[in-house]
Every structure is written in structure tokens, then in C-alpha cells.
């Protein structure tokens, strides 16, 4: 099936979006979700992102601290960078190892955008972020996130913004560490290739009809989204900006394909 998208206004968002997006005029969108109907809770959701400001910085728990607190599982999310402006900036991990003491009294005394480690970024960039990661997202970029579907963040700091933060929650769960840079890496130009391997969803970049990084891959939902050209999900077709949603890799048709990413579960 094809999934509905939802746009979402933040105070960080965009009010202008790219032309395949059609949204109420003068509204800041943040996200677009993309959304299964009632009674069905996929595994993985697919956001587009759209930043004029900083993101707060935050963090997501793990399985198992997840369900410790009540929750099904954790949150582990990837980015796909489709835009980033030439001064554009990612915060990922801190730039030093601390003990939980100096990371409350960052947050406390204003210096918690000191301690996070911004990173450039260009088109083309993929970080795989893994649950415990301390992140935040720059103004200037336009990226694609794939992540383990939940609402579940831990806000550490939001630039003075009247938000709740959830200081003793994310302590609890972050990982006071740099971010491992294996977690990064290019998007082929122009080539099918698996572009994330996490323990909870693959993604792939798929350029025309060469499924060839799809061979032999096995798993219980596959997630679609045209980049360029449109691919067919159970004979509807997903335009470009579009998402859907099915069980099987038989049931799609990439025969119309230019460019599209999928993203299938692991679990």
C-alpha cells in the first residue's frame, strides 16, 4: 500500500519545501511522516526532514532500556543527507569521553553545544546512529531518517526554547563517548548498492531496475521511497516524495525505477 504523509510543524522546520511537497503556505514543516492506517504499526518509519534551525540535542534509549521504562523497544535511526547547504553541520557524539557530573553541569551552565561534536556535512553523507547516541541536526540540510518506529526521545538541550527537557532520562541511557566514525559513509553515485546494515533495518539504494544488492536478502516488511521515477508496490505506483509499505520483496516492481531508496527490517 501506499502510506499517508503527514506534515509536521517544528520551530525548526522550513516554510518553503521542495516542489514535489504540497503544504499550507507559511508553515514551518519539520517532518513528513509517512503513516500506515489504524491497526497496522509497522516496524521502521521513514521521515523526510527540512531544517531553517538547530534541532534540540537528544538521545534515544535502547532496547532494553526501553522496555525497563514500559516501552516495546528503543530507537536506533539512520540519516541519509539529501541536501546540506556548504556550512551546513552535524552534532554526533561529544568531542571528548565525560562522566554523567560534566555533562549536567554543560547542560546547566549553557555549554552543552561546546561539548557536542559538529561535524560537516554534504550531500551524500550517511550516519548510522545508534541508540545512546548525544545528536543533533543543523539548519541547512534536507536528510532522509529511517529509524525503529517509536516516539521515544530524551531532550538534553534545546537553546533556551520553552520545551521540556529530559535531563535524568537521557543521563541514564546516553553514551557520554565520540561517535564512532565506522558509523559513516558515502552514497554511491549512480549505483545500487546496501548503504546501512544495522541489526534492526537494511537500506539500499536501488538505480533503475538493478536489484542485485537486494538477492537473497530476507524480511518480514519493505519500505519504498522514489527519489526519481516511480517504482510500483503491489501494482500502485509510489511517485517521487511517495512511501509504501509491503511484506514481500515479490511485490515490488522497480521496472520504472530511476532512483529509490528501501529500507527493510532485520528483525
Known sequence: MKLKRRFVEKPWGETVLPDIFQADSGKKIGEIWFEAPKGISPQLMIKYLFTSEKLSIQVH?????????????????????????SWATLGIGLVKEVQPSELREAIISDKMENLLDWKPVSAGDIFHIP???????????VLLEVQQNIDLTYRLYDYGRPRELHIEGALNVAALRPYD???HSKIPADQSAMLVDSPYFRIFQIIGDDIEPLTGIEATEWQLISLDGNVKVCGTPIEIGECGICASQADIDMSNNRKAIIACTTK
Open 131 to 141: 541508540a545512546g547516541t548525544v545528536h543533533a541536526i543543523g539548519p541547512g540540510i
Open 61 to 85: 534509549p535502547d532496547d532494553q532500556q526501553a522496555r525497563r521504562m514500559g516501552f516495546p523497544h528503543g530507537k536506533e535511526e539512520s540519516w541519509l543527507i539529501l541536501h546540506a547547504e
Open 181 to 183: 566514525m565506522n558509523n
